[in-house]
């Protein structure tokens, strides 16, 4: 370093310094205390006894566990695969100007921005099995189905409702970090594929999605991130998935209370997902 | 192989025609070299060509193909953009090869092509690296690479050695003529380099605003101007243009009179009034000959008594300024020519080289 760059990176610690401060406190302190946790039996009444690993032996002969991670696996994949393939299908087609482009990037947007608990309840609506419209449209008209069933009370099909609402709710930010990057490519590289012999799906491959690269793997990494942790889209429209958030949530809230063992389910979490993000960064982002 | 024809093209950008009317015919094999100054409508022209951009009205036919309305990746089209446009995520190598992996050319074929199309644009070392690695002027080897690399029907140049050294230029040139007398490719190549155009073209187009100025063989437009633009863009140091007074019987430049029947190259042929005939006479500076060096003869004129105002030495060659009918004028001399600034010299003319141009219209006479 040059001493005109160490004199930058002790500024930059200086400004940083507060938020370290922080957010140290305010995830760190949790974090750690949720480690502790882990190896107590934790009473209603906040008494604890040390209890070492038995929360995690507890939790790892429980087939319940097993079955909300491989729900999460379904969720995760169903979720980013669909929203990000969802979002770059809608950059691509929405990426040349247009009369009244504004128009349809708000009413995209909408699903995003709108308060979680209002839409819940519309698509609630619309998976009633006796009024609803999706019902209707599938079972009535298209008769993919002999009869109307309902698709959120049972925990089979809610997770790919569960995964439909998340697609709806989060493909405009992947369409709008995705839309981003699109329209700044410049034209040269398409122009000298065209000479090169390469018609639109050549163009695709070889420059649209090297280009992409970058922040289709950072949207993937987003949703990975968000949705291993997402609670209250699931929670709200169908309780009866279980997902691992909402798995340790019912561990730790409902019938037989046990926070220890809802915390020692946060840490495996917690350690799964960094080693994963840290390889992900690695080798797919290349930092 | 493909001759090409370009039949009253127009482009506007909006409401700003850029291109205003060109109409040209591009044998096959021929090596067409485009000219003019920066924003003409060079590029623009030539990407009309590759079919990168569309003609507001009239038709390009390459071959018997009308290709209008043919996308550039079904014109079988090589090209040299003059900002490169090489793909970032892609190595030198694949760079090159990109468009032979799309034609799925066998390996053995691509290797040998790479190796000698490398060793031509001395790119050997830089195979590997990305494009963000290299130097302007390596760039643009690799995108000269990428177009010499294919066999295909047309080659367009933009520019292509704009950014070398001038000894990699001049290196380069040779190679490309090289290359156009083996295959006899058909080829459109845009430069602002002099020496480029005369040396490389069978035919030599100079653009002006959105026109065809003039097209020829670069002897022709350089000896046989049509117009006052073509005469001043081409060849350099740059013709000196000069008001003159054309009489029936004389050429009055200043106080010297040039004899009118050796004027070759004149075909007005009214009779003009007694006061004469306001026109611009052109004279290259190449032409000027050191009265010591050059015998007089019946076919030239002696400028004699001009004053030295300047003398600008280059090597070999010196440019010398002087004053002749109230404008400064350049002639270029050689080494053998020793004199200092203030000093008086005699230049002879061959009077066959003086040309003239309407006063109006710039065109010649
Ligand atoms: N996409 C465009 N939109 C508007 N105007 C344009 C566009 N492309 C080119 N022009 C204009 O057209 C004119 C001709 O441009 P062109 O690139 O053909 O010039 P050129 O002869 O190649 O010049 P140079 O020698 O500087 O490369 C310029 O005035 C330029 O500003
Ligand atoms: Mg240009």
């Known amino acids: ?287 | 192989m493909a001759a090409i024809k370009l039949k009253n093209i127009v482009k506007s950008f909006g409401d700003t025609a850029v291109v205003k009317g060109i109409d040209l015919s591009i044998e096959d094999g021929e090596f067409v070299v485009l000219v003019g100054p920066s924003g003409c409508g060079k590029s623009t022209t030539l990407r009309m060509i590759a079919g990168l951009e569309q003609a507001t009205s009239g038709d390009i036919v390459i071959g018997d193909r009308v290709v209008n309305d043919i996308e550039p990746q079904h014109r079988n089209i090589a090209m040299v953009f003059q900002n490169y446009a090489l793909y970032p995520h892609k190595s030198v190598k694949e760079n090159i090869i990109f468009a032979l992996r799309r034609l799925k050319v066998e390996n053995d074929d691509i290797e040998r092509r790479l190796t000698e199309v490398s060793e031509m644009l001395q790119l050997e070392e830089l195979l590997e690296r990305k494009p963000a690695d290299l130097s302007g002027g390596q760039r643009q080897r690799v995108a000269m690479g990428r177009a010499i690399i294919r066999e295909a029907d047309l080659f367009l140049f933009d520019e292509p050695l704009s950014n070398l050294d001038s000894k990699l230029r001049s290196h380069m040139r040779t190679e490309i003529g090289k290359i156009h007398n083996k295959f006899g490719r058909t080829s459109v190549y845009v430069t602002h380099d002099q020496v480029e155009a005369m040396t490389l073209a069978d035919k030599v187009v100079v653009l002006h605003d959105g026109y065809i100025a003039q097209a020829g063989t670069p002897m022709e437009v350089y000896l046989n101007p049509a117009n006052v633009f073509v005469a001043q863009f081409i060849g350099s140091p740059s013709m000196n243009i000069i008001e003159g007074r054309l009489f029936n019987d004389h050429l009055q430049i200043g106080n010297y009179r040039l004899p009118r029947k050796q004027l070759s190259n004149v075909a007005l042929q009214g009779v003009i009034n007694e006061q004469g005939l306001p026109v611009k006479v052109g004279i290259r500076p190449d032409f000027f000959n050191d009265s010591r060096l050059f015998p007089e003869t019946d076919g030239t004129f002696n400028f004699n008594q001009l004053q030295i105002d300047l003398i600008e030495p280059m090597g070999f060659d010196k440019e010398i300024l002087f004053n002749l009918a109230g404008g400064a004028v350049k002639a270029r001399l050689d080494l053998r020519s020793d004199f200092q600034r203030g000093d008086y010299v005699d230049l002879i003319v061959e009077l066959s080289r003086v040309l003239l141009f309407d006063n109006e219209t710039d065109l010649r006479l």
Do not use: C
């Open chain 1, 1 to 287: 370093m040059t001493p005109l760059e160490r004199a930058e990176a002790r500024f930059g610690w200086k400004l940083v310094a507060p938020t370290i401060v922080i957010l140290g406190l305010l995830i760190l302190y949790p974090l750690m205390y949720n480690v502790y946790l882990s190896f107590f039996d934790v009473q209603l009444n906040g008494s604890k006894t040390f209890v070492g690993l038995e929360n995690y032996i507890k939790l790892l002969s429980n087939a319940d566990y097993y079955s909300a991670i491989a729900t999460t696996s379904l969720y995760l994949l169903g979720t980013v695969v669909g929203t990000t393939l969802l979002g770059l299908a809608m950059a691509l087609l929405l990426r040349d100007p247009f009369m009244g482009r504004g128009l349809v990037n708000a009413a995209i947007m909408l699903p995003y921005v709108a308060p979680v608990i209002s839409v819940v309840f519309g698509w609630q609506f619309l998976f009633d099995p006796i009024s609803g419209v999706v019902n209707y449209l599938l079972v009535d008209l298209l008769g993919l189905w002999s009869e109307r069933s309902n698709l959120i009370g049972d925990p089979d099909s809610a997770l790919w409702v569960v995964v439909l609402f998340d697609i709806w709710k989060h493909a405009p930010i992947a369409y709008l970090l995705i839309l981003s990057k699109l329209v700044s490519i410049s034209r040269d590289q398409y122009e000298a594929a065209a000479i090169d012999g390469y018609g639109p799906v050549g163009r695709f491959f070889h420059v649209t999605l090297p280009e992409l690269y970058f922040v289709l793997a950072t949207v993937v990494l987003l949703r990975l991130i968000w949705n291993l942790n997402r609670f209250e889209d699931v929670y709200l429209l169908a309780p009866n998935v279980e997902t691992l958030p909402i798995f340790t949530y019912y561990q730790a809230f409902t019938g037989v209370i046990d926070q220890g063992l809802a915390a020692a389910t946060s840490v495996i979490q917690l350690g799964v997902l960094s080693i994963f993000i840290w390889f992900y960064i690695k080798k797919i982002m290349k930092w």
